[in-house]
């Protein structure tokens, strides 16, 4: 994405291997640095980008070896991004769980489209996060006016996948040429691609920037320096993390970062993971067993809020956008709820380490891609044909632009260009090596819920082994 006021970035470079794990990515450099950039000309950098657009170039080496500026492929063909469809007239529904975030941005940009589509018609449907993951895909199979939807990375894509909603868009060439291929994966299933992710988002905890520099703290680079900064932070009157234990959706949020070094590589910690979600495993394994005992530390270090398990998503947004709280333990996607209930955070938001080692860490960070777009293959011809060009609205880089400034939310759509000074800010972290977020690689929702559940206990009070036994037996009865 072109992001205002800098126009070069670097690329890393990683393997195939890698590539499941954390994505292709790109980092800011000072717009001084951005010089000769031409195509076929000598560069210095190997990995050097200019952005992600479709005329981007990369400086990596020739056929003779010398590094030169070349073109590179961010979208899934060579081809430039191509315009929306045209939709036929008609009304559907569009189901998703962003009302309280995105709803008037929304709101704007089907105005746009129903402006550019005279006869087109699109109602938004809405439910909180908890709802839609509980009841979404129930209300959406009976109701085939909902002829776009959206749906979380992980367990609830499958089992749309799984119920046959949804429909090829393997072939559209917005799909192509409009979204960037790397960001397509958490949209396929069985070789097919089912749905467009719009967000690029990051899991990273948020922190006040302003009081890190009133107070004088540096950023924890290790276990012991977080839980000490707990205490710092704590007894200058501050709740350190303004968790949501009472909400499962975004207190979950921070095993992403819990997860994110607990293991010796991406393949072990998945295969983990799998093994806990399918019963060949229970959370009194050594593994699980040490990350909950971290939990622990971090409570009796003073971390969380005051009856953390009380605390709800609404509460720990306000103690974060009042300053009672410099760091909000979910994601880059909460950035614009902050800024609603204080329009004077805009600016002062960057994103924290949680690094839960003290060896060196593998990563720094968690990305995601989800709100996943899809197209509900039991509407009727007309209503999926207005739900297509829908989608292929969205991913133009002029309405993804308008969503990503309006929502404080990164994009998966080249040529998307960032003006909303807290992308701008936080774009840095498409340079560092992040982890895709292991926390939906949890398949079964019951058994994650229950995991999640046990760690929140733990947290509130409760011992580790007792209920790592007691939320053991209740995932055994789970899953029969």
């Known amino acids: 994405m072109k992001t205002k006021g800098s126009n070069s970035f670097s690329v890393r470079r990683i393997s195939a291997a890698a590539a499941i794990a954390f994505a292709l990515v790109a980092t800011l450099l000072p717009s001084a640095t951005a010089a000769g950039e031409v195509f076929g000309k000598a560069c210095k950098e190997e990995g050097a980008n200019t952005g992600t657009s479709s005329t981007s170039l990369v400086c990596k080496e020739d056929s003779k070896g010398k ?10 063909a060579y081809g430039a991004p191509v315009a929306a469809l045209r939709a036929p007239k008609g009304s559907i529904e569009f189901h998703h769980w962003r009302g309280a975030e995105d709803g008037k941005v929304f709101d704007q940009i089907i105005a746009l489209f129903e402006e550019r589509n005279p006869g087109a018609k699109i109602k938004q449907v809405t439910m909180p996060s908890g709802d839609y993951t509980n009841l979404g895909y129930s209300k959406i199979r009976t109701n085939n006016k909902a002829a776009v939807f959206a749906t979380f990375r992980g367990s609830q894509f499958v089992q749309f996948a799984k119920g046959d909603m949804m429909t090829n868009l393997s072939a559209e060439r917005f799909t192509r040429q409009n979204v960037i291929a790397t960001g397509l994966t958490a949209g396929q299933y069985e070789g097919k691609q089912l749905g467009i992710p719009l967000h690029y988002l990051f899991n990273n905890p948020v922190y006040n920037t302003e009081i890190f520099a009133k107070e004088k703290w540096d950023l924890p680079k290790n276990f012991t320096g977080l839980l000490a900064w707990c205490k710092t932070a704590k007894s200058a009157g501050y709740t350190p993390l303004a968790w949501s234990g009472g909400f499962r959706p975004n207190a979950g949020q921070m095993l992403n970062s819990m997860l994110m070094n607990s293991a010796p590589d991406y393949a072990t910690l998945q295969k983990r993971i799998e093994d806990i979600d399918t019963g060949k495993a229970d959370l009194q394994s050594a593994w699980f067993k040490d990350m909950a005992g971290r939990y622990k530390k971090m409570a009796d270090a003073g971390c969380f809020p005051e009856n953390a398990t009380g605390v709800t998503d609404a509460a720990a947004i306000n103690l974060f956008a009042t300053g009672k709280s410099p760091v909000i333990p979910t994601g880059s996607f909460q950035m614009g709820a902050i800024k609603t209930v204080n329009p004077a955070m805009t600016g002062k938001m960057q994103l924290f380490s949680l690094i839960t080692t003290d060896e060196k860490p593998q990563y720094v960070g968690i990305q995601n891609n989800t709100f996943i777009l899809s197209v509900n293959k039991n509407a009727s011809a007309t209503d999926q044909k207005i739900a297509r060009a829908f989608i292929s609205f969205m991913v133009t880089g002029e309405i993804a632009s308008i969503y990503a400034n309006g929502t404080s939310q990164h994009v998966n759509v080249l040529n998307a260009t960032y003006t909303n000074q807290d992308l701008v800010n936080t774009s840095v972290w498409q340079s560092k090596k992040t982890l895709l977020a292991p926390r939906f690689l949890w398949l079964n929702q019951g058994v994650r ?26 995932i055994k009865q789970k899953l029969g």
């Open 449 to 474: 819920d229950l995991m999640e559940d046990a760690l929140i206990a733990i947290v509130g009070g409760k011992p580790i082994d007792a209920t790592l036994e007691d939320y053991s037996k209740q």
């Open 67 to 76: 590094l030169t500026w070349q073109r590179v492929r961010l979208g899934s």
